[in-house]
């Protein structure tokens, strides 16, 4: 449901004092990306959020030592997003160093997790394109799952359908796989590609790749 004028205005307060209370820490440890306005997208909306200044460890994907989640490009947060369903809380976090993957060490990697219980359950991973926006920004891109088949990801076959009733991908920017890493031979499944700073994105899409794979992945909304 929409939020009220009032309740826009009570958010975008709580914003500003977060964004201050962020800005005031040492310089070197502020990582230029905002946090997201509160406002509506494809019926999502986000309308809470809170910093988490020293960041998480979280086992995955290596089970055996934890992974460091610290603020880089964007602030490490969790946040409340409101759907039809319920609300959802959700943390969001870029993995320290990144990884080595398609051909490219330290490649960035930006986790979407979902509070689950007394613990957290990743959804969706976004990593670093090798490509960047027309301004210089960093660009980050992950999987598009198959509604019909959600352990598979989608292909240019699909795209009609998916941007037909998939509100947030309807004008997204969607790109195969090879045409987003330089170092993937042969990658006909379809990623969707979102700037560093465009968190509800992210979030939004985490949501409904998690509810598309159920599997207990999401709890139940409050």
Known sequence: MPLTPAEADTLLEELRDLLNRFTEQDPTQVPPAPLPTPTSLAGYAVVGQEVLPDGFAYRWPNRSAATEYQANRIPTAQYRLRTEAGEYSLVIGEEK?????????????????????????????????????????????????????????????????????????????????????????????????????????????????????????????A
């Open 97 to 221: 160093g990144g990884r080595t993957t398609h051909g490219r060490s330290g490649r960035g990697r930006i986790v979407v997790f979902v509070r689950h219980g007394s613990g957290m359950y990743p959804l969706v991973e976004f990593a670093e394109a090798d490509e960047t926006a027309a301004d210089g920004s960093v660009l980050y891109a992950a999987g598009v799952p198959r509604p019909e088949a959600p352990r598979s990801l989608a292909t240019a076959d699909h795209l009609p359908a998916l941007r037909e009733s998939v509100p947030h991908l309807k004008e997204a920017d969607i790109r195969r796989a090879d045409e987003v890493y330089a170092g993937m031979g042969s990658g006909p499944t379809m990623r969707l590609i979102v700037g560093v700073t465009d968190v509800e994105a992210m979030l939004v899409h985490a949501v409904w790749v998690g509810q598309l794979r159920g599997g207990g992945r999401l709890p139940r909304p």
